[in-house]
């Protein structure tokens, strides 16, 4: 799947993926953002966009669960803004359903539930894992996004933010 960003030592790899994107990659999604269970925005400070359950169900079906980086677009927005994806079952909240979560790396005044979303899945960052702390959680989380964006600097995911599956 892919180099993940932790190494030996327990420390964080400032990139993921390859120079280049290899197969599967890009994993192009898109669905109404649904309502989620309410706690990426209010609970860790950092919001998310629901994929809808089919499209979790269906076209991520067989990749594996873990977070991972790219590019999204909200109907509306006239950006395509970098995102770090969580899929999977967030063993830190005891999920009882398999969700994909989307923070879009972007300050939005309101929320955009029922807003088409086209994401664009360009590389795995690392597995899901549990936290002994919500503190944990949070700070991992803010290492992907910084992860993220080196990661979408570099020209062959620069470039996808372009592609014609983001153009209304």
Avoid at 23 to 48: D, M, N
Avoid at 127 to 142: F, R, T, V, W
Wanted: cysteine-free; overall charge negative; charged content about 20%.
């Amino acid at each position: 799947m892919g180099a993940t960003t932790q190494n030996n030592g327990g420390r964080r790899e400032p990139i993921a993926g390859p120079e280049t994107l290899e197969p599967p990659y890009p994993i192009l999604v898109a669905g109404e953002v649904v309502s989620g269970f309410g706690r990426g925005g209010k609970q860790l400070g950092i919001p998310t966009a629901n994929l809808p359950p089919s499209v979790v169900e269906q076209a991520l079906a067989d990749i594996p669960i873990g977070v991972y980086l790219g590019w999204a677009h909200v109907e509306g927005d006239v950006e395509v803004r970098p995102m770090v994806m969580s899929l999977g079952w967030n063993p830190y909240f005891k999920n009882e359903k398999r969700s994909g979560e989307v923070h879009i790396m972007h300050k939005y005044a309101d929320d955009f539930y029922g807003k088409h979303m086209r994401v664009a899945i360009l590389a795995y960052i690392r597995p899901e894992k549990d936290y002994a702390s919500l503190d944990a959680l949070i700070e991992d989380i803010h290492t992907d996004i910084s992860v993220a964006h080196a990661s979408l600097a570099r020209s062959a995911y620069a470039q996808v933010r372009e592609a014609p599956f983001f153009q209304n």
